[in-house]
């Protein structure tokens, strides 16, 4: 099946730029979104089709993909993005759904 | 608005039964694929299963294939997902969540806030 891999974790100052790689075979060919989650919290799409920034989301949000890679990049991090956040794709091969293992956000 | 509220969750035994529900509301319920997504703790998010608009495809994840079942009550505005044999490993919060398409799985644009499943003797 398909996988998509994320480091477990980022750490970044606050007003600097955080970038989230998802490693994917040929992940460019597919579609990738991304979620947030904030401990307590139901999770929350803040980019779907690799790059659309759903309304309410930040500007500061924003994400590409190409080759081997999707990334999720938050510029001008503050301390209200410490969050978990996940890719996802829809593996057509196996009708599966698949998230990235996650990667925690933690602001300095 | 949209709203999705789950229940159905509690403490169940190894090998027992539960069924989830979650009742929708604020959007076209009929024209929208459906999804159950879960975390376990100390675990990510982990995709469980789909159904399509109009409940006629079903989509599970390998690892509960066979032991859950998803359906839809598009009269009553209800998802449901039957989850049978359950293991420890079950135990997770279950979120439904809304997905932006009719059939197959893209992205879940709504979530709710999900309903916990304990599986224990």
Redesign the interface.
Same mark, same amino acid.
């Given at each position: 099946s398909y996988v998509l891999t994320q480091p477990p974790s980022v750490s970044v100052a606050p007003g600097k730029t955080a970038v989230i790689p998802c490693g994917g075979d040929n992940i460019g060919r597919k579609s990738v979104h991304w979620y947030q989650q904030r401990p307590g919290q139901a999770p929350v799409v803040v980019m779907y089709y690799d790059t659309d920034r759903p309304s309410g989301v930040p500007e500061r949000f924003s994400g590409s993909n190409s080759g081997n890679t999707a990334t999720l990049t938050i510029s001008r991090v503050e301390a209200g993005d410490e969050a978990d956040y996940f890719c996802q794709v829809w593996d057509s091969v196996s009708d599966e759904v698949v998230f990235g293992g996650g990667t925690k956000v933690t602001v300095l | 608005e949209v709203q999705l509220v789950e229940s159905g969750g509690g403490l169940v035994q190894p090998g027992g039964s539960l069924r989830l529900s979650c009742a929708a509301s604020g959007f076209a319920f009929s024209r929208s694929a459906l999804?159950w997504?879960r975390?376990a703790p100390g675990k990510?998010?982990?995709?469980v299963s789909?159904v399509s608009d109009s409940g006629a495809s079903t /989509?599970y #994840? #390998?690892s509960v294939r066979g032991r859950f079942t998803v359906s839809r009550d598009n009269s009553m505005n209800t998802l449901y997902l039957q989850m049978n044999s359950l293991r420890a490993e079950d135990t997770a919060i279950y /979120?439904c #969540?809304k997905d932006?398409g009719t059939r197959?799985?893209? /992205?879940?644009?709504y979530?709710?806030?999900?309903t916990q499943v304990t599986v224990s003797s």
């Open positions: - | 999804n997504v975390r990510g998010l982990e995709w789909t /989509y #994840a #390998a /979120y #969540a932006w197959t799985p893209n /992205y879940s644009d979530w709710g806030q999900g």
